[in-house]
């Protein structure tokens, strides 16, 4: 159930595979899309949940 008090700010997760080749392209295009973001690959939430489903 999802209710809206205002709070809200646009927080959003998302996850993108990118092999090294295009990595400086890759950081190039989100610093262009000027939003505010957190690389979390090092997150040890990370290897727990995700990578441990692979």
Known sequence: HYR???AADG???CGFEV???NDAAFALDLER???WYQ???QHPALAQFVL???
Do not use: C, K, M
Request: no cysteine; hydrophobic share 40%; charged share 30%.
């Open 39 to 41: 690389e979390e690959t």
């Open 19 to 21: 092999d090294e080749a």
């Open 52 to 54: 441990a489903a692979i």
């Open 4 to 6: 809206n008090h205002g």
């Open 11 to 13: 927080r959003v997760l």
């Open 33 to 35: 899309l000027g939003y």
